[in-house]
Each structure stands twice: as C-alpha cells, then as structure tokens.
C-alpha cells in the first residue's frame, strides 16, 4: 500500500511534465509557422516588419540563435534520467544557456535601443538574466533544489519570446495597438510566466494543509 501511495504523486508529475512540454511544443510550432514561415513568404501584414528585420539583421541572427538554443536547451536540461545519466553533458549545456541568455539579453536590448519597445525588451532581458544569474550561482552552491526552481523562472522568461508572438496573427496586435502595446504585452506575458511558475513550485503548499 505505502509503495502504491508513494507512486502515484511521481506518476503524476510525470503524467503533468509530458503534458506540459507537449503543449509548450505545440506552441512553439504554430507560433514558428504563423510567424517565422509567414515572414519568410513576406506576408503582407508583415511586410514592414519584414523590412525592419532585414535591416536588424546583424543583431538579430545572434539574438535569434541564442534564443534557439536556450529554447531547445531547457527540455533536455529538466530531464531528470537525461541528467543522471549524462551529468557532465549536463553541466556543459547549463553553462551554454547562462552564454546564450546572456548574449540574447544584451542583443535584444541593442535591437530595442531607440525604439517604443525598449522599457519592455529591458525588462524582460532583466528578468532573464537575474532568473538565470540566480540559477548558476546556486547550481555552483551545490543548492540543487532553489537550483531548479530558480531554472524553472529562467526557462519560463525565455519561452515568452514564444508566448509574446502568440499574439502575432491578430490584425489589431499590428495595425491598431502598435508598438507600445507590443511592448505592454511583452512585460505582462513575462509577469503572468514568472507567476504561474512560482504557483507550480508552491503548488503543494497552496492547496495542502499541515497537520
């Protein structure tokens, strides 16, 4: 019984995190599809986005590639079998998604700098880099626990470069609201993120009374 008792919570997070991870790729894959692939085609709402992404090109190829792989990166960083059995990989890989936050922060800031949009590309950025700051330094603390909690921040700052864009084929979102709604959004997706990821981690505590 106290074995039965004792699988059924772990099946559960199991069961939750295949979920989870399904839903965040799904996401991911309209988002690539409605934004990434339309822009491509210059669909012509994008068309002067297009334009602007051409002449950013110089920041935003790094920034975009930092931002892919911290994206793909966390999956694999949150498997516990993945970590067990391959902890040096591990470990190359933290230090290759603290390298890319950090390189995709500061990018986003320079392709930001001068425009509506830069109170909340800063803001986020901030928030990354202190999520993930935060995160290296109790990994090097040996404080796996707060390790973990402080990645789970870190990831969720990130996936709102993929959240921020779900937005994307909303004519409003582009030819009404314009960019200081963009830059609204971009603060109020990171907020909403950080906030459900600390209401997972406290989750237990939330709904469980102490006897």
Known sequence: MATTTQLAPS???SRFKTIL???LGLTALFV???????LVADYPM???YRLQVIADRHLLIPHVLCGTIALLAGPIQFSSRFRERYLKIHRVLGRVYVFSVFIGAFTGIALAAGRPGLPGTTMQAAAWIVCTTAAFITARNRQIIQHRQWMARSYAVTFTFVSSRVLNLWPRYWSH???????VGVIAFTLVSLLVVDLGLNWRELTTRRA
Request: hydrophobic fraction near 50%; aromatic fraction near 22%; charge should be negative.
């Open 11 to 13: 099946c559960t997070r």
């Open 32 to 38: 690539f599809i409605t934004s990434e692939v339309f």
């Open 177 to 183: 609201l314009g960019d200081t709604f963009a830059a």
């Open 46 to 48: 994008y068309h002067a």
């Open 21 to 23: 991870w399904i839903s």
